[in-house]
């Protein structure tokens, strides 16, 4: 593994560092982003940021220049997630389209889909979710029963998707749905892209622990999908889903954004609180600072693998295995520093961070559940990396 930068790699670093600095609105630089009274508010104010960063080509690095992006390698997005990590900037709010729905119509889709969608979702002027996962289909996805009948010009979509994150304030969904029921399982699914605003769509926000409501149940009621709204060939859905869900358990960037912002704010607040002296939490101080460190250098191998033209490999299970129980700890010593101001809500004085922990540490209850659970990950682990015999069906 050999990330020594180049001087394109160097300057582009620079050039992006220098934008942050310019650019960055304040309270995040201070580490205090600024807490909204909805997440209606919070979307509408990230969407602007997204803009902002997309229209200085900070966003969607990789993909070609004629849809926003600059044609550059995994290198520089990952220089870019760095970045943005040592600035302390807010996460992209659009990041389901960026990071998974337009890497899969750029590898499926016409080039008319391509025209058609993928320049509005860099700079967040379209916001795109995921309607894969179903009441009694997540991990056994290929279980899923939304069915898809033909209809003049395209087909009629009925059935009901869950966990459907920021459906509320989407344009588009793509959304599996069985469309050949005489097919086995794998082969009847076709993959389309929902107008989220057609009639028949019908968006019912859950409420989370976190008294936030972040994902949604979609109930699609004979909505009509038009035959050009088809991503890759009817039937051959899965072989799309598979691209979506192979960016989201492979490299994660994101996570190793969040997770540098989080160790550092962690050793801010035990400083702070003067936590820093208790041996118990120096200790769990240093096991964070480990596990994160590990986390980079293992997004590193496969960086290094993508620069060589090679995929993901079958680490990405180890990778979203590891990084998703890391969390859970990193979480748990951030209470342990919080001591008795954990239990404490947003409006506090006694609280530091003001609630901002206690949320994540409740949100970050699901990152052993979504992108995969860590048992589907084992098993993956013990059938593909340890060849060992497959779970009876
Ligand atoms: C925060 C969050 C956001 C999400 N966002 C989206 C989204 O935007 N779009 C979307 O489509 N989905 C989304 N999901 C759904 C997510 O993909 C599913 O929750 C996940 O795939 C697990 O499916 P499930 O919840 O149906 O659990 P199940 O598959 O029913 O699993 C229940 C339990 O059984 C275990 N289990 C299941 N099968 C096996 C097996 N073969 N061997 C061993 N154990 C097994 C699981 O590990 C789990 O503990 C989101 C989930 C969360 C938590």
Not at 227 to 233: A, C, K, L, N, S
Not at 263 to 275: I, K, Q, S
Request: charged share 25%; proline share 6%.
């Amino acid at each position: 593994m050999d990330l020594t930068p180049t001087a394109d790699q160097e300057a582009f670093r620079l050039e992006c560092r220098r934008w942050l600095q310019e650019n960055l609105p304040w309270e995040y630089g201070r580490g205090l982003p600024p807490l909204f009274d909805d997440l209606g508010e919070e979307v509408a104010y990230l969407r602007k940021w997204q803009a902002d960063l997309a229209e200085a080509r900070f966003v969607g690095v990789s993909w070609p220049e004629e849809y926003g992006g600059r044609g550059a390698g995994p290198l520089h997005h990952y220089i870019v997630q760095e970045e943005l990590a040592r600035a302390r900037a807010p996460e992209l709010v659009g990041r389901i389209g960026v990071n998974l729905i337009g890497p899969t119509i750029l590898v499926h889709g016409t080039d008319e889909q391509k025209q058609r969608w993928l320049p509005s979702i860099l700079p967040a002027q379209q916001l795109i979710c995921q309607l894969f996962s179903e009441p009694d289909a997540g991990s056994d996805l290929a279980s899923l029963s939304t069915q898809a009948v033909p209809a003049g010009g395209g087909w009629r979509l009925s059935g009901q998707k869950v966990w459907t994150s920021y459906a509320q304030f989407a344009d588009w969904g793509l959304c599996l749905a069985r469309s050949h029921p005489v097919e086995p399982e794998h082969r009847g699914i076709t993959a389309f892209m929902v107008d989220m605003h057609a009639p028949g769509v019908d968006i019912r926000p859950l409420r989370q622990i976190t008294d936030e409501s972040d994902f949604n149940e979609v109930f699609l009621n004979d909505v009509f999908v038009a035959y050009d709204q088809v991503i890759g060939e009817p039937g051959n859905g899965w072989r799309v889903s598979q691209s979506t869900l192979g960016v989201e358990r492979g490299t994660n960037p994101r996570q190793l954004v969040i997770h540098l912002q989080l160790l550092d704010e962690l050793f801010r607040l035990a400083t702070e609180t003067g936590r820093n002296q208790d041996p118990v939490i120096r200790q769990a101080l240093a096991q964070a600072f480990i596990e994160v460190r590990l986390f980079q250098l293992q997004n590193w191998r496969v960086l290094s693998r993508l620069a060589h033209g090679l995929d993901h490999g079958p680490e990405s299970a180890t990778a979203k295995l590891f990084w998703s129980e890391m969390s859970q700890r990193l979480h748990e010593t951030a209470m342990e520093v919080l001591g008795p101001a954990a239990p404490l809500w947003r409006d506090d004085s006694q609280n530091p961070g003001e609630g901002r922990w206690q949320r994540s540490w409740l949100y970050y209850r699901a990152a052993t559940i979504f992108a995969g659970t860590s048992e589907i990950q084992r098993n993956i682990i013990g059938e593909r990396i340890l060849g060992l015999p497959r779970e009876p069906r």
